[in-house]
């Protein structure tokens, strides 16, 4: 599986941004899919999940209801809509892949960068 990242950009406080992240490859609803961020000098960390139905979705309590995680299985797709952005938000955005059923990410994409300007 190869994933491509998109997406990221400058926005003011307070503004939103959308990220995608696109599979290749045709098992896409056999992978949860993630996305995670590192900021500079800071440890990656957990942001968003969803399954491969879509029905089951987690996020990180620092992004809870200001991001929301979705998929388009038609697209091969997966999306982080991010509202209300802070400047502590500002990271390299990464999406993962891993099997239903596995403990870890197997695949990432390449990462896009989100800078939130105060």
């Known amino acids: 599986v190869q994933l491509q990242a998109s997406g990221g950009g400058l926005v003011q406080a307070g503004g939103s941004l959308r990220l995608s992240c696109t599979a290749s490859?045709?098992?896409?609803?056999?992978?949860?899919m993630g996305w995670f961020r590192r900021a500079p000098g800071e440890e990656r960390e957990f942001v968003a999940r969803?399954?491969?139905?879509?029905?089951?979705?987690y996020y990180a309590d620092s992004v809870k209801g200001r991001f929301t995680i979705s998929r388009n299985g038609t697209k091969n797709t997966v999306y982080l809509q991010m509202n209300s952005l802070k400047p502590e938000d500002m990271a390299v955005y990464y999406c993962?892949?891993?099997?239903?059923?596995?403990?870890?990410?197997?695949?990432w994409g390449q990462g896009t960068q989100v800078t939130v300007s105060s």
């Open positions: 969803i399954d491969g139905s879509g029905g089951y979705i």
């Open positions: 993962a892949a891993r099997l239903i059923g596995s403990h870890s990410y197997r695949y």
């Open positions: 490859g045709r098992t896409f609803s056999s992978y949860t």
